[in-house]
């Protein structure tokens, strides 16, 4: 026991044994707080009473939850898939490896529809110019008399600029005149073995690409496969401007089949993407649904005798909808190609053009009509004619 002396008291201080003091503890902040401290962060009142605020995660990082976006790729294919009836449209996708991609993405489109159930039969790297390769005069030869065949889809050709050997050992460059000859029989002769049996035909039109010559040369491959079908029965599906932008160049993204903006195209500016393959999927899934809805599908006629494209520089110039399936005309155009006419048509006037042409060429709308929607006349009814646009005023 001790004393201190404080002026007229004196406290006195009793020790305890040391075996009897209570241990001292210090108090464990929360992980929160603890973390807060050790980054030098003031700890306040709040932070004590509610602990510190989390940290927000980036809004990059957020993400819905899967179960309320319905992807429909190749991986949801077994998750989606019904049995098919035993008496189901059975759809054969033939090609390259663009075929490969469209007949993924048709496998997932029709995987709930029990009457249609596609099979894919694509050679990537193959085409019709080098045989030697990968013959596919044989190989569907093969497939037409092994496997039951009802409907037949084609998308091949963009392993095809390239020079070609001809029957007597020579090499002819590509689209020079005994090229395109020949690479019209090997089409023709894809196409008469499905008008053997009676197989309907829709041949898929390859899509603009990146690099400057190879889009030439897949327009020009687009006008032969468009002439030759459309001569022996078949359907025409043109992807050209699909895929392309506003002004009709490449573009690597674009609306999906959801009109949302995704990237449709491979890196070298050629193949498609998952997403891409499913756009492909459902311009050709629109046709074939129309058709089936409207009694079945015919299959082609035979072949004739008929005169071979000539060149082309462009994507055919016809709009197809995106909600709606159509099918192009038998005198559709391709865009730099020559004007198509039947025999005995003169030329286009350029000084007094027909009024189609100066809509969708020029620009320049009709003169509106009595009556007509586009008759902003007063009074309504009126024979008054519109207004002429001002001339150029000279000196």
Do not use: C
């Not at 004196?10 to 807060?36: E, I, W």
């Not at 008496?87 to 991609?101: C, H, L, W």
């Not at 023709?188 to 400057?212: C, E, H, M, N, T």
Request: proline residues 8%; without cysteine; negative net charge.
């Amino acid at each position: 026991m001790a004393g201190v002396e404080t002026g007229e008291w004196t406290l006195t201080a009793f020790a305890q044994p040391a075996f009897a003091q209570p241990p001292v503890t210090k108090p464990v902040p929360a992980p929160d707080l603890l973390r807060k401290a050790q980054s030098g962060g003031p700890l306040n009142f709040f932070d004590f009473l509610f602990g510190p605020p989390r940290e927000r995660r980036p809004r990059t990082n957020l993400r819905r939850p899967e179960s309320r976006i319905p992807r429909r790729d190749s991986s949801t294919i077994e998750r989606l898939a019904v049995s098919k009836d035993p008496n189901a449209q059975r759809v054969y996708v033939f090609g390259d490896a663009f075929a490969a991609g469209l007949a993924t993405g048709l496998t997932v489109t029709f995987a709930e529809t029990p009457t249609i159930e596609v099979f894919g039969r694509s050679k990537p790297n193959s085409g019709l110019v080098r045989d030697d390769y990968y013959d596919w005069s044989a190989a569907l030869a093969e497939v037409l008399a092994s496997e039951k065949v009802d409907v037949a889809v084609v998308m091949i050709g963009s392993n095809d600029r390239q020079a070609m050997r001809m029957e007597d050992g020579s090499s002819e460059p590509a689209r020079s005149e005994k090229w395109e000859q020949a690479y019209i029989s090997r089409v023709d002769a894809l196409l008469r073995q499905f008008s053997d049996k009676g197989v309907p035909v829709y041949w898929v039109g390859l899509p603009i690409v990146r690099p400057q010559g190879y889009v030439q040369d897949m327009a020009y491959l687009n006008e032969v496969f468009l002439a030759r079908v459309q001569r022996a029965g078949g359907q025409f599906i043109d992807t050209w401007e699909r895929f392309a932008d506003e002004e009709g160049r490449y573009s690597a993204v674009g609306p999906d089949v959801n009109g949302k903006i995704r990237t449709l195209r491979a890196d070298n500016g050629i193949h498609m993407t998952g997403t891409g393959n499913m756009k492909l999927a459902f311009f050709v899934e629109q046709v074939l649904s129309a058709d089936l809805q409207a009694g079945g599908l015919a299959g082609l006629t035979n072949l004739g005798p008929g005169a071979g494209p000539g060149g082309l520089r462009g994507p055919v110039e016809v709009e197809l909808s995106l909600t709606g399936p159509q099918t192009l005309p038998e005198n559709a155009a391709l865009a730099g190609a020559a004007p198509r006419r039947e025999e005995g048509e003169r030329e286009i006037d350029v000084e007094n053009p027909r009024a189609d042409y100066k809509l969708l060429i020029v620009g320049e709308s009709p003169q509106p009509q009595t009556g007509r929607a586009d008759d902003f006349s007063w009074p309504r009814g009126s024979s008054k004619e519109r207004p002429s646009e001002p001339e150029e005023q000279t000196p």
